[in-house]
């Protein structure tokens, strides 16, 4: 079940949550006084907010016996810092991350569905213990929803 609404949760693509599409019904301003949409690397609380998700993130991953064996020999100092970066960047901040393309970096890897699907559900788990709202783990699961395509390499679906 976690694997289809991941499935479905990611099939939706980054354009149906863009910020403000989500936004409450109930309000006293009119559309020309309405205040702009904070940038998502704000309402996420910023890059200590960030970094304290991606740490959290990365210990579901090493206990996480569905997909730790394929962090076994990555530096996980570079890949902190590379996954701070992207989201940082990826929610409107000022970071930029200067890794590898999602495609050059997973390939060979032969990833599945079903890895992607763990990886992401351990993030989730992450946005959850924050405490991160709805709208917001909603905008940044699109994001790395959006990346499947670049990620999972196997050529096989594993529904």
């Known amino acids: 079940m976690r694997t289809l609404v991941f499935r479905t949760f990611f099939g939706l693509g980054i354009g149906l949550l863009l910020p403000g599409t989500l936004s409450g019904c109930a ?36 206990a996480d016996e569905r997909v730790n064996a394929r962090f076994a020999g990555a530096d996980l100092t570079g890949l902190r810092q590379k996954l701070i970066d992207l989201v940082c960047q990826a929610s409107g901040g000022p970071c930029v991350y200067k890794g590898l393309s999602m ?54 679906s594993s529904n």
């Open 27 to 62: 309000s006293t301003k009119s559309a020309t006084s309405a205040q702009p949409t904070t940038a998502l690397y704000d309402r996420l609380g910023g890059l200590p907010a960030i970094s304290a998700v991606v740490d959290d993130f990365m210990q579901n991953i090493a």
């Open 103 to 156: 495609k050059a970096a997973h390939q060979g890897m032969h990833l599945r569905d079903s890895d992607f699907d763990a990886v992401a559900g351990d993030l989730q788990a992450s946005l959850v213990k924050f405490k991160v709202p709805a709208r917001e783990q909603g905008e940044l699961l699109s994001v790395v929803g959006s990346l499947r395509p670049q990620i999972v390499n196997d050529g096989v």
